[in-house]
């Protein structure tokens, strides 16, 4: 069965500098990794994908992610936080399994960003 | 290209009383999702659709809760009677010809 692990409930950054939030996986065959961000009383806004191609992924409001298959691994990272950027994080992982392949995504429990000034 | 739509953003019942959530998909979406969305946790997938027709229901309760799509296209997922634990983030999404799916802005279920 796939799933998605965030190790962290929390992460806490200093504006200006670098985040991380972490995400591992278990898929079996080639994974379709998401990460998506909510803001307080918001539905979720998709940031950025990995489907194939180059380990480095770039997303919207400079965020980035590094996929590791080795560690199966897709952390998301920036290099210089904005205040702005606090909200809440989901790692996902498309469900590629059964016969029906519906392409239900498969969310982490959420890491929460407080960035301070 | 407008995103979304989900009514009523908030809703406030009693157990044992029936509520209904409304979803406007993203032109042209063909895959419509409901998921629900209970506090401290990520979303979890109750019902898909294709077009018109149910893809994917496995975690669908479907003792109390059932949802349509009659013309591919708006789509409503209703739950009779509510409990206590159906308190929650209701979440629809869509999806187009790309693997990403847009989420609408949930509909929060408070249940007393």
């Known amino acids: 069965a796939q799933s998605v692990a965030q190790p962290e409930d929390q992460v806490n950054v200093a504006e200006g500098n670098p985040l991380t939030v972490k995400c591992t996986y278990s898929?079996?065959?080639?994974?379709?990794l998401f990460w998506y961000v909510q803001y307080p009383n918001r539905g979720l806004q998709f940031l950025l994908k990995y489907i194939t191609g180059d380990n480095l992924v770039k997303g919207s409001y400079g965020f980035e992610a590094e996929f590791n298959k080795s560690q199966t691994s897709f952390h998301l990272k920036k290099p210089s936080a904005l205040v702005s950027d606090s909200a809440l994080y989901f790692c996902?992982?498309?469900?590629?399994?059964?016969?029906?392949?519906?392409?239900?995504?498969?969310f982490g429990q959420g890491t929460t960003l407080q960035v301070k000034p | 290209e407008a995103g979304v739509a989900q009514s009523p953003r908030y809703k406030i019942i009693e157990k044992r009383q029936s509520v209904a959530f409304w979803c406007n998909p993203i032109?042209?979406?063909?895959?419509l999702y409901w998921y629900q969305q209970i506090l401290g946790q990520g979303p979890k997938l109750l019902i898909q659709f294709q077009n018109n027709g149910v893809v994917d229901d496995s975690q669908l309760p479907k003792d109390r809760f059932s949802a349509e799509r009659l013309k591919g296209v708006d789509s409503t997922l209703k739950i009779q009677p509510a409990k206590l634990e159906d308190s929650a983030v209701y979440l629809c999404?869509?999806?187009?010809?790309?693997?990403?799916?847009?989420f609408g802005p949930g509909t929060r279920l408070t249940v007393t």
């Open positions: 898929v079996s065959g080639n994974p379709y």
């Open positions: 999404a869509s999806r187009g010809q790309g693997s990403e799916q847009y």
């Open positions: 996902a992982v498309r469900d590629m399994g059964g016969s029906s392949n519906t392409g239900k995504l498969i």
């Open positions: 032109s042209g979406h063909a895959t």
